[in-house]
């Protein structure tokens, strides 16, 4: 049993019956999009844990906001921006599978993926303006928002333009981390959320605080598990970060922790593609353990992760959210998918 109400189990719920009544409407309304919408809504349903909803939520109640109607809409709109992100970054990666079934990449090609991720954040930006706030909270609520669809490009193409280095610094990787997933997961949505409870300047720094570092852990989490994790329980191939070349923070590491003959291989098969055997990946995986990476990187995630529970600590928020807020760090932090 859960502290605190609705649990995140519950608000899950919530938010998937908003989203489906959102979208039943469009599907209504624009009748000539219906595919794109039964798309998206086959990827929402798909799974995903609904975190960035959750902290949302979670940082309005923390704020001072209460239980309703309005606000759950409003979290829920930042899943289909999720699933604008994911569409688009699985076009890019030439992704086939996410969270064990076919990505829309897969299903349908480049083409209708595309319309699937653009029609997806336009809803996004639909469903928050049209949750129910008045004009004034909504506006204030915008700025977060904006800089969160903003970060999670920047993200995107930093990342793109990592991949074509021969090496990157851990500072790199991390700012990659940051701009990529962090901030777009937790910091911002917590944002958005205490935004629509109106909540004073000096509450909303201190619950950025606490966000910045969990955030930046949950892509640590994220990129182990894509190197490390279970192919079953992820839902998807743990060998592509390593077939694509992904210069994030495992790889930083094992570059500094890696010399002659071995930091060669590792530069040299690294992003290898459909070329690399399976001999080759599980080398690969040897040499960030061998390195260290592996160990570092678990390392980092964890003074992370801690840094942001002291400053959760800190928060003058109700018992309620501290509980609730504790929960989704320990789902984004110390998860197998």
């Not at 964890?302 to 929960?327: I, T």
Request: with cysteine; proline share 3%.
């Amino acid at each position: 049993m859960t502290s605190f109400w609705p649990g995140i189990d519950a608000l899950r719920a919530q938010i998937d019956a908003r989203l489906g009544d959102f979208l039943t409407a469009r599907r209504r309304e624009l009748e000539e999009a219906g595919d794109l919408i039964d798309e998206i809504a086959r990827v929402i349903e798909s799974g995903g844990k609904r975190l960035r909803p959750a902290f949302c939520y979670w940082g309005y109640r923390g704020t001072g906001g209460e239980h309703s109607d309005e606000i759950v809409c409003a979290a829920a709109s930042l899943e289909l921006l999720h699933t604008f992100a994911i569409v688009h970054d699985d076009i890019m990666d030439a992704s086939k599978e996410r969270r064990g079934v076919s990505t829309s990449f897969a299903e349908h090609g480049v083409n209708v993926a595309l319309l699937v991720g653009d029609l997806a954040l336009v809803l996004a930006d639909e469903a928050i303006m049209a949750s129910g706030f008045d004009p004034g909270t909504l506006a204030s609520a915008f700025e977060a928002y904006s800089r969160m669809r903003q970060e999670v490009i920047a993200g995107q193409y930093l990342d793109l333009k990592a991949a074509g280095k021969p090496s990157i610094t851990e500072a790199e990787a991390r700012r990659v981390a940051l701009l990529k997933s962090g901030r777009y997961s937790i910091q911002e949505p917590l944002a958005i959320g205490a935004s629509l409870a109106g909540a004073p300047d000096g509450l909303r720094r201190q619950l950025s605080d606490f966000g910045e570092p969990l955030g930046e852990a949950f892509q640590q989490r994220d990129d182990l598990l894509g190197t490390f994790g279970d192919p079953a329980s992820l839902g998807k191939p743990i060998d592509s970060d390593i077939r694509e070349g992904k210069r994030h923070v495992l790889y930083a590491k094992a570059l500094t922790g890696l010399h002659g003959e071995e930091r060669r291989t590792l530069r040299e098969l690294w992003g290898g593609g459909d070329a690399l055997t399976d001999d080759d990946v599980r080398e690969l995986r040897r040499l960030l353990e061998y390195s260290g990476a592996r160990e570092g990187t678990e390392a980092l995630l964890q003074s992370l992760a801690a840094a942001a529970l002291r400053r959760l600590d800190a928060l003058p928020v109700d018992p309620d959210a501290r509980a609730a807020l504790q929960e989704l760090a320990l789902q984004a932090t110390d998860r197998q998918s």
